[in-house]
């Protein structure tokens, strides 16, 4: 579904951009990995994440390890599709799902102890283009007060879901908003003027 204010016109010409750089990113992982496999070091350097910075490390390799499926600490072509596919064209219910994946890393379907490291990360990545007037523990408290429904401390999937479209700044840290298709377009154009 495009956005309100594009004519249809508009929406296909926005899908058939967004196709095309998917294309050219399946390219490019041709290119860079022949043999069908990306491993994390060579995920950053598609994505131009330099190892100084602690917090955009952290940040790809927890998007490297939700989308390893399989968990051989590799991304296979069907991995590097579906990511791809989520992150440039995926409706908000399925990046909400996601993000609710990475911030339950353990995966037993509530959101409690990875959630404040993903919040720090976050953080400081946003920190870098913004002011935040907020700690992250305030951010968190402030995100459970809002989401945590029935006030256990955790938070599910459906309290996630629900709240995250209840509140507009909850929804831009929940969906994990860093402008990750910015970052792909990005840096898509940035590797192809280097093949």
Request: proline share 2%.
């Amino acid at each position: 579904m495009g956005t309100p204010w594009c004519s249809p016109k508009q929406e296909s010409h926005n899908e058939e951009m967004d196709l095309a750089r998917i294309h050219e990113l399946c390219v490019i992982f041709m290119k860079e990995c022949p043999s069908g496999a990306l491993h994390l070091h060579e995920l950053k350097k598609i994505f131009g994440v330099s190892s100084s910075s602690v917090e955009e490390s952290l940040f790809i390799e927890t998007i490297f390890n939700s989308f390893d499926t399989n968990k051989d600490n590799t991304l296979d072509f069907l991995e590097y599709v579906a990511a791809l596919h989520l992150i440039l064209r995926g409706n908000l219910e399925d990046r909400l799902k996601w993000s609710f994946k990475m911030y339950d890393n353990d995966g037993n379907g509530s959101v409690l102890d990875h959630f404040m490291c993903l919040i720090q990360i976050l953080y400081k990545i946003k920190l870098q283009k913004t002011h935040i007037s907020m700690t992250p523990s305030q951010i968190c408290d402030r995100i459970f007060e809002l989401v945590d429904q029935n006030n256990d401390g955790e938070i599910t999937l459906l309290e996630f879901m629900e709240g995250a479209q209840k509140d507009e700044w909850v929804m831009n840290l929940l969906k994990l908003d860093v402008n990750a298709t910015g970052w792909v377009i990005q840096n898509c154009g940035r590797l192809q003027s280097a093949t």
